[in-house]
DNA sequence: CTATGTGAATTTATTCACAGCA
DNA sequence: TGCTGTGAATAAATTCACATAG
């Protein structure tokens, strides 16, 4: 598969998709292309995506069940393995082979070799929630509250707010 | 509020706070700083969000589901206005003064004035859905499905996955 | 005196064009 | 001959430093 091939289906130049990969090496055959199979491994570890990883879950409200209901994770080697919230009537119900688990626990992650997380609580409880996670070893936050989580620098924290998401949309689209 | 206010609140330095706002025009007073009520009001107005518009969300699945229940929406003006699936099980049901209706009504959206649109249907449902949305008027949609969408430019298009999202933290994160 | 706003310097990213390998 | 990989050229973004307004 050429790189125009692959330009092509992610809307982008095949330049830059030569330019991408040759920061990592040369992937390719010239004259032939690129091997997809070989491609996805070899962006798979550079990604660091090549092996499974275990992530907790925080916060078993609407969004918190909806990722736990997600099926696309496996797709990158994830596996959701723990799943908590602070609602005691929630903690021991089962939810997709996941028993939710009282926050207290949250410090068994390190013993458990779980070091992502994804943060689904309120807003006014996420910086604390973060605190927990972090005293607890874990090293990498998805977080979907809408606010900004102060964390030491040896951890990283993506932020996704699904309004936010939507609100970059207008300033894009024509006329009012 | 100096923009050294700013940029600690929001995780970057000074000089890109200013620069960035220069851009657009000078938003603050010498000597004094930012009035942030004025600011925020001239922001929104360049990011096109000082009008209340309405969205409409295809697909109340989890994620669906998620997605009407989250009080994070008016913060920018949006309004989640209609909401729509193909499973007659759940058509007719109210979810938040939200009726579900059948995705054939999508084509009533021009007329109710909606030209925004959130698409939470599975992956392979994904770019009919859009095909139609745009039929319908819609010029802005926010895919959470995980995969690209063909679409006229003048749809601008956000997908945003959140398997993908969780993906980005390994690479960031130190040793194994 | 203080904190903005902005030219200039620097760094980084994008685009081009083609040498070089299969 | 075809397509990669990469130097060189161009464009853009970031950082600096300071004149200037309040």
Redesign the pocket.
């Known amino acids: 598969m ?3 091939d692959l330009a092509n289906f992610v809307g982008v ?4 998709i ?2 991408d ?2 920061y990592f090496g ?9 091997d997809t199979r070989k491609l996805t491994k070899q962006i798979s570890k550079i990604l660091k995506l090549d092996v499974v990883r275990k992530a907790a879950l925080v916060g078993v409200g609407n969004l918190g069940s909806a990722v736990l209901a997600y099926p696309g994770f496996k797709m990158f080697g994830f596996e959701i393995a723990a799943a908590f919230d602070i609602n005691s009537k929630k903690v021991g119900r089962k939810i997709k082979d996941i028993k939710i688990e009282d926050v207290s626990r949250l410090r068994t992650l390190k013993k458990r070799k779980i070091n992502l997380a994804i943060i689904a609580v309120p807003g006014d409880a996420a910086q604390q929630t973060a605190d927990s996670l972090v005293k607890a070893g874990v090293r990498g936050i998805l977080n979907f509250s809408p606010c900004y989580l102060a964390m030491p620098k040896n951890v990283k924290v993506i932020t996704t707010d699904i309004a936010m998401d939507l609100a970059r949309l207008p300033y894009y689209m024509p006329t009012s």
């Open positions: 050429s790189s125009q130049n095949s330049w830059q030569r330019k990969f040759s040369g992937f390719g055959t010239r004259g032939v292309g690129y």
